[in-house]
């Protein structure tokens, strides 16, 4: 007897249509389980981290605001970046700041946008409301970053 696939194959035809959007649950279920993967974070000014062009020299390096790789560090962050199940939006605001979180072995994991206190921007997935924006705010304050960001 054949073995079921996991999922049905595309009918013929359809071999570049285009999977489904994925839910705000899948999403909160994805970085939840990306997080728990971090064992660095470094967070950037609003720039974010952009390799400077070598042809243009008046272009600056990026600004690393904090590069912080302990675990009680790390485990208060995720829990601080924990998303409410509500809708996918897509403000047209620039990021205060960024976070490259990576894993043990340096490869980065995800990119997150922090939107006024409150919400971050995933790219390509839109932007997610955090669900305890000052637990984010604590901890950006608790680590002593300047103040390029604004409450």
Do not use: C, Y
Not at 36 to 61: I, L, N, Q, S, T
Not at 103 to 114: E, N, P
Not at 130 to 140: D, M, N
């Amino acid at each position: 007897m054949p073995i079921e696939p996991e999922h049905p194959p595309l009918p013929a035809g359809d071999a570049e249509a285009e999977l489904p959007a994925p839910t705000i649950e899948d999403l909160v279920r994805s970085l939840e389980q990306m997080l728990r993967r971090a064992r660095r974070v470094r967070v950037f000014d609003r720039e974010g981290r952009v390799e400077p062009d070598p042809k243009r020299r008046d272009r600056e390096p990026p600004t690393l605001l904090a590069n912080l790789t302990g675990a009680d560090t790390l485990a208060e962050l995720v829990s601080a970046l924990r998303l409410r199940n509500t809708e996918i939006m897509n403000w047209m605001g620039v990021p205060d700041l960024w976070f490259e979180v990576a894993d043990d072995h340096g490869s980065r994991l995800v990119t997150l946008g922090l939107l006024s206190p409150d919400w971050l921007r995933w790219s390509p997935n839109g932007d997610l409301r955090l669900s305890a924006p000052e637990s984010l705010t604590a901890w950006l304050t608790k680590h002593s970053l300047p103040s390029t960001w604004r409450t």
